[in-house]
């Protein structure tokens, strides 16, 4: 398997089977490694929609034509309206037993597909994890909402120093990471504590580590192809990975899937390989739905701080019956755990230690609800760099349409507005 870091962020595709998204690469080179420089960022990209049945496995939706979706309560019809939910952002945000039903519904034949719970178990006399806000009681022999911890013996384990669904590869610096515009693998930021050079680190490399289950169930979910290996398939120890960390890597990111869920194979690995490499430069930066316990998050934070690297939190959406209906879980923890990270920042402000991202999804995610996530963090500290991201159509949403232009402008300009010094369009190339 092989996967591309510089889009939106990894197709992941078979040796010689099919082109990546952008159709510029194909898996030609053979195992997990690090791409070609010619993998520009200004390439033009293939209309997305010509991929849709192979990215998911399944059709596109059934409203036909140009992806026409209809809500299931107002009937309203929209391109902009995911058949897979068939829910308007309208009828999500009034909240009614029927609007959560049918979301609960479009979960559950995701998940299914998978062999994942269709939500977190509650077993009364189950084995409880309380590693992310799904709280997972888990019957002997199931696994919980994430897939990858389970209970086999009356106590839960999966995603440890010992074995966890991982993998990882090199990605050349500068690369197009989230914080890429603000961290020191791109620029003068944290020199000379944590690079060596006012410039990008050429030469160098990032450590990508991609763990294969995730504490949410995004219908957008622009790296669903984990998913498959979340209950079984190939698993590391965290001395395995350690050991990847090179004397060219000068940072490791952290991200999936979801980190949290494997959180103690990753802090494992991220403080062994800070130990060989004692007195050298080796950022560690985690990519993450901020669903973790808070113990997670201090360790994940010290870390982060004392190495130079940083957390990149994906606020989703603000609403939270919105959140619900598009990411199967409450985004309550997300933004408690925002917001008590964000009183670290002064502990050392040069890299920024955290940084904001949302995805912005046409139909749902929209200048509305940036406009209110920004002004969140504008009341915390201004100056959090946010960067908006474009969307794709994938997994369960290939129906819905690539950002356009004009959604990213107007997020932008809403993010401002709401007072944040440092905002940004990643990925602009693929906007429509
Ligand atoms: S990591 Fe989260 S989703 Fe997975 S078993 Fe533990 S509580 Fe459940
Ligand atoms: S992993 Fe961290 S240090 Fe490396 S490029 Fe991304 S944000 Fe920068
Ligand atoms: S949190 Fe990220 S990795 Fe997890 S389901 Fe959502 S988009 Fe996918
Ligand atoms: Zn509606």
Redo the contacts with the bound molecule.
Sequence with gaps: MIICRRQVRQCRVQPAVVPFLCGLLNGDSGGLGILPESHGRGAPVLPWRRMATWRTGTQPNAAGGDDMGECTICHRQSPHISQTLGLCTGCILADTPQAHAQAAGAHARARRRFHLPTD?PDAREGAG????????K?NTGQ????G??RNDDGQ?SG?DAQAAAVQWYHDPLPTNCVADWVCPASGPAGHPDFTDTTGPEHRYANLAVFYE?C?FDCLFCQNWHFKQHSVAGPRHSAAELAAAADSSTRCICFFGGDP??QIEHALAAARRARQERQGRILRICWETNGSMSRSALKQMGELSLESGGCIKLDLKAWNEPLHRALCGVTNRRTFRNFEYLSGWISRRPDPPLLIASTLLVPGYVEAEQVSRIARFIARLDPSIPYALLGFHPAFEMCDLPTTSRQHAVECLEAARAAGLHRVRIGNVHLLA
Aim: glycine share 10%; proline share 5%; aromatic share 4%.
């Design positions: 977190p994890c309380r590693q992310c806000i799904n709280a997972c888990i696994v919980g909402y994430c990858v911890r839960v995603g289950a504490s949290s869920c």
